[in-house]
């Protein structure tokens, strides 16, 4: 059974790359300069004529055969091109510059497999960080034993300095955990009992034993390189035209090149070989390499940078998208805020702001509502809670106990008002600033009002102001009531926003707000999932660890870094960027050198090197430029 994880293991292949056939390019390169040597010093055309098909041998197989091969279904292509170049150079007395069109575009297919490898092997490093061996506790002792042996449930222990080596729950032990490689968090996180860690991730200091919860395969960080690779795949709009583009054009050019080498000679006498020449450098030159491949090693690029920094594109086209982007939908709840509740003003009526947060949280202890779990959280903070009797819940309202005799009450403003209790103005102030209230009381008045509210993420604000001051829209969808969402839109600075919402109202309000441009929407991945596959692009935060959130989504932030938002508008207009520069650029030099071609002006060794290679090397260069974009 384990056999056959083995063979599709992305762990155990993330070593293994393809390199330059150095060999290759350094024979070709010998017999082309050994045969140029005995052609144009020695005098030797017979001898050298034979080196020339050599190196067309050693380089240029697959090249010719995929040419003729295209050419036999009809379906031509680049190489059928090189294919043509190269035979027509050899019969009209030229094997040097048919050896050389071989050769360079030889190396030139080179460089952009090497540009997408090289693109792609961030990912690979990522996978290759997770161990192939696990030490496994199995009756009472430790077993190191291959990874894919290691079955869900078992309990593996990890050492300081070593890497967790599948994904799992923390049952013993704590820690700091480096999860740079699936968050992109740059600073350590800690790690105690019941936290979840992945593969791949270092322990910093402790010692940890973790219960397994995935197999190696099915890991977050094989999930992560599975999806980008998939997302290599995926052609954006950009993509698709220049494919259909070059399907169209290159029997264009074939055609063209066919009248150029034939018209002239026929038409006005000139000499054919002078113009069957010309037409093998325009056909060189027409080759649309560059143009091919300026979108594909661009995406590759942005995707496999976004994954070093922790967020996941599941494709070229969302990029592309994002650049087009006119409005960012965000949810309220675990986006923009933390999602978490906690206790922000204690308000004492007629007891102490203490006496108050210790009866509260000793009458709500047995409560398992997320308000009451907030308001426990808080009071722990002081000494010796009192002993609680007759605890009754009333679902909605609030709940009950007596303490050392004497009844108390906790709940919502609605409940009391139901009991006939006056609700001081400190509870209508905290509601105002966007707080949730809980009124505790007792024979008939209030003690005091707790304010809880659902705190903002440390960085939303900037990240709302650095969208304004790109020119987007920013709209914030919640559940919400309007007091409270008013309160934090107002704290972010954001000025339009619906409160109260189901989730078909958000799903209908990106629908209304996609008449106007590019929508983005960001939220949890699972509660926003009908607004979320709607949106042109849908951005889930947090996906680390969740399958739902990974899959329900166009783009996974790993970690809850709302900044990331920023990173990725900034990292969109990069790429296309880039992907117009090269577009304009291989267009730009291939249609002035086929100008040239005409009167003569460029050989076949300048349209190769130039024309060619040389465009091939510049667009692959500036492609690379975007995997240096970092997030901050």
């Not at 290759?24 to 050994?34: C, D, E, F």
């Not at 004492?348 to 907030?374: K, M, N, T």
Request: hydrophobic residues 45%; proline residues 3%.
């Amino acid at each position: 059974m384990h056999g056959n994880h083995e063979h599709s293991c992305t762990v155990c292949a993330a070593g293994v790359h393809e390199r330059l056939p150095l060999g290759t390019i350094a024979a070709g390169g010998l017999l082309l300069l050994s045969g140029i040597y005995l052609e144009f010093v020695l005098k030797s055309y017979s001898y050298a004529q034979v080196l020339f098909l050599l190196v067309v041998l050693v380089s240029g197989r697959e090249i010719i055969s995929s040419g003729i091969r295209s050419a036999l279904r009809l379906r031509l292509n680049i190489n059928t091109l090189i294919t043509i170049a190269a035979a027509g150079a050899f019969a009209t007395g030229h094997g040097e510059e048919g050896a050389v069109v071989v050769y360079l575009f030889f190396i030139a297919e080179l460089l952009e497999e090497y540009a997408s490898q090289r693109a792609r092997k961030s990912i690979s490093e990522l996978l290759a960080l997770a161990p192939e061996k696990a030490r496994v506790l199995r009756d009472g002792r430790e077993e190191l034993v291959h990874v894919h042996e290691v079955e869900v449930g078992e309990v593996v222990s990890v050492k300081p300095g070593e890497r967790i080596p599948l994904d799992g729950v923390v049952v013993s032990g704590s820690s700091h955990v480096n999860q740079a490689p699936i968050t992109g968090e740059s600073t350590p996180v800690p790690k105690h009992a019941g936290m979840q860690v992945f593969a791949g991730t270092i322990n910093q200091e402790g010692y940890l034993e973790i219960r397994v919860t995935k197999r190696s395969e099915e890991s977050t960080l094989s999930k992560i390189a599975e999806l980008v690779e998939q997302a290599q795949s995926r052609k954006t709009r950009i993509e698709a035209f220049v494919d259909r583009f070059a399907r169209r054009y290159t029997p264009a050019v074939i055609i063209s090149a066919a009248l150029l080498a034939a018209l002239p000679p026929l038409l006005l006498g000139e000499p054919f070989e002078k113009w069957l020449y010309r037409s093998l450098v325009l056909l060189v030159v027409a080759c649309p390499c560059a143009l091919a491949i300026s979108t594909p090693v661009s995406m590759v690029s942005a995707i496999t940078s976004a994954a070093r920094n922790g967020v996941l594109i599941k494709g070229g086209n969302f990029i592309e998208a994002l650049r087009e982007a006119k409005v960012v939908v965000f949810d309220k709840t675990g986006t923009l805020t933390t999602g978490r509740i906690r206790v922000a003003e204690v308000v004492g009526v007629d007891a102490s702001r203490e006496e108050v947060l210790r009866i509260a949280g000793a009458v709500e202890q047995r409560s398992e509502h997320p308000i009451a779990r907030a308001i426990v959280e808080a009071a722990r903070a002081l000494d010796n809670l009192p002993e609680v009797e007759e605890f009754t819940s009333l679902p909605g309202r609030g709940v009950e106990a007596v303490i050392e005799g004497r009844r108390y009450i906790a709940g919502s403003r609605a409940f009391f008002e139901e009991l006939g209790i006056a609700v001081p103005e400190a509870a209508a102030e905290l509601e105002a600033r966007g707080m949730s209230v809980v009124l505790v009381g007792s024979e008939g008045r209030v003690l005091g009002v707790i304010g809880l509210r659902d705190e903002p993420r440390g960085n939303a604000k900037s990240t709302v102001e650095a969208l304004h001051s790109s020119g987007l829209r920013v709209v914030m969808l919640t559940g919400d009531n309007r007091r409270s969402a008013e309160a934090i839109a107002r704290e972010l600075g954001i000025r339009e926003f619906h409160a109260e919402l189901l989730p078909q109202d958000k799903l209908r309000i990106v629908e209304e707000l996609q008449a106007e441009g590019g929508v983005v929407m960001v939220g949890d991945g699972v509660n926003d999932a009908p607004a979320l596959a709607r949106a042109d692009v849908g951005i889930a935060m947090g996906a680390a660890g969740s399958d739902m959130a990974i899959e329900s989504s166009d783009i996974a932030l790993m970690h809850d870094d709302i900044s990331r938002i920023t990173y990725l508008l900034e990292l969109s207009r990069r790429t296309m960027s880039v992907v117009r520069q090269n577009v304009a650029a291989s267009i730009a030099i291939k249609g002035s050198l086929a100008v040239l071609a005409f009167p003569g002006l460029v050989t076949l060794w300048i349209a190769v090197g130039v024309g060619d290679m040389g465009l091939s090397l510049a667009v692959i260069l500036n492609a690379l430029r975007i995997a240096r974009l970092e997030a901050e």
